[in-house]
């Protein structure tokens, strides 16, 4: 048994995977063509083409990393509708378009769940603390990160995948707790934190900027093992 009830955990889980389907049909910014468009690229088209295709105005301008994963989609999109899957000035979304690209949120949000129950049972600290106390304390924090309700309408209303990218800031922070960061043992989610931040820091200001700075440290500089 886990420091908190694993039936309450998926009930929650449950809960708001249950909130977030009902969001399907909602509201959704040019977000949802700029990544269906990166679907249809990254599918259809030669990899030295992914980065100068200029079909569509809303071009493949995330680093590999983000462009690899809409490669890794692609292919369970040719299942709901392959028109999603043309490159196009502008395409129309059918009603499966928009089911699957919601669903992939969704199910990309399990890593986030994932990486928030681990940090919580491993981040927080346990001095001085009754087990009744630490089970509370982590049971608050893991309510607080999944009900998330910044996240809630930026992805599922908006529409796009930052709770993948704070799945792996999560999970990049466990292993620093855990003295488990040295890339040189071949732990590579320091470069795909970094690389998520680099692209947010774009459009959405500096407030991740001191962990910025220290996962390009650990990447600029490698101490021998």
Known sequence: MESYSEIATWKIVALLCSVKALLIPSYRSTDFEVHRNWLAIT????LDQWYKDATSEWTLDYPPFFAWFEYILSYPASLFDTEMLRVTQYHDPSYKTILYQRLTVILCDLLYVYAAKQFCETCLSRHGKSAAQLHQQQF???MLLLANFGLMIVDHIHFQYNGLLFGILLLSILKICQGKSGMSNGNRAEE???EGQIRRQG???TKDA???????GKIIYISPT
């Open 43 to 46: 599918h259809t088209l030669p």
């Open 140 to 142: 608050t924090l893991f």
């Open 192 to 194: 795909w934190v970094a």
């Open 203 to 205: 459009g959405e200001g």
């Open 210 to 216: 001191p962990y910025l700075k220290y996962l390009l």
